[in-house]
């Protein structure tokens, strides 16, 4: 079983800065992209931020520049480094992974699943 536990979230100033953590835990053979989404209620979960196995990111418009993602030294855990927060920030942050797991049931195979987190909840408010 995997699972993803995130932490960082919280209340901030606007223009102010949070960072959030998430590390995946399991029987992990390989992730593929671990990454934030984030949801206000009403609307789709959007791309926050996603980084790969090779290092390469991804970043949704209204974070450019603002947030960045990185890897932990033990490569299942992620950071994201929110600087210059607005009250459009607003939201709950979900953790998502792309990840091999080993089935050991019927000997050893992998699956490859998507997995998310419970969800932080980062409110930028004056």
């Known amino acids: 079983q995997v699972q993803l536990v995130e932490s960082g979230g919280g209340l901030v100033q606007p223009g102010g800065s949070l960072r959030l953590s998430c590390t995946a835990s399991?029987?992990?053979?390989?992730?593929?992209?671990m990454g934030w989404y984030r949801q206000v209620p009403g609307n789709q979960r959007e791309l926050v931020a996603d980084?790969?196995?090779?290092?390469?990111?991804k970043y949704g418009d209204s974070v450019k520049g603002r947030f960045t993602i990185s890897r932990g030294n033990d490569k299942n855990t992620v950071h994201l480094q929110m600087n210059m927060l607005t009250p459009d920030d607003t939201a709950v942050y979900y953790c998502?992974?792309?990840?091999?797991?080993?089935?050991?049931?019927?000997?050893?195979?992998?699956?490859?699943?998507?997995?998310w987190g419970q969800g932080t909840q980062v409110t930028v408010s004056s």
């Open positions: 998502n992974a792309v990840l091999d797991w080993v089935d050991r049931r019927y000997g050893f195979s992998l699956t490859k699943d998507e997995y």
């Open positions: 980084i790969n196995s090779n290092g390469i990111t």
């Open positions: 399991g029987d992990i053979f390989s992730i593929y992209n």
